[in-house]
């Protein structure tokens, strides 16, 4: 079971940067496969990025390519979104999601879930 905790939303200009966390408990927090996501109002969500136990990653999704980087900290239990640039279109609830095997890019395949915090990014 893992249970996440994440911080680090809230409230920026155009071209700024936030840096999200998310804090696993449990043990076994290395064998897990990391994402984060977003969803905005009235769209689906949305992969951003993931990372396995050891820090390898796919592709970022194409929205977010050379902007944002996913990292973790296994021994802080703790999964990062570093978001750089930032633009309006990337206002949305950010979540964390972990599952016990490979990553992925659908939702549908992670297990655990943050609460969700909000980015929203305005003028």
């Known amino acids: 079971q893992v249970q996440l905790v994440e911080s680090g939303g809230g409230l920026v200009q155009p071209g700024d940067s936030l840096r999200l966390s998310c804090v696993a408990s449990?043990?076994?927090?290395?064998?897990?496969?990391m994402g984060w996501f977003r969803q905005a109002p009235g769209k689906e969500r949305e992969f951003i990025a993931a990372i396995n136990g050891i820090g390898a990653t796919p592709p970022y999704a194409d929205a977010v390519k050379g902007r944002f980087t996913i990292s973790r900290d296994n021994s802080k239990n703790t999964v990062y979104l570093q978001m750089n640039s930032l633009k309006p279109e990337d206002t949305a609830i950010y979540y964390c999601?972990?599952?016990?095997?490979?990553?992925?890019?659908?939702?549908?395949?992670?297990?655990?879930w943050g609460q969700g915090t909000q980015v929203t990014v305005s003028s």
């Open positions: 449990g043990r076994a927090f290395r064998l897990y496969n």
């Open positions: 999601a972990a599952v016990y095997g490979t990553w992925s890019q659908n939702y549908l395949d992670y297990n655990y």
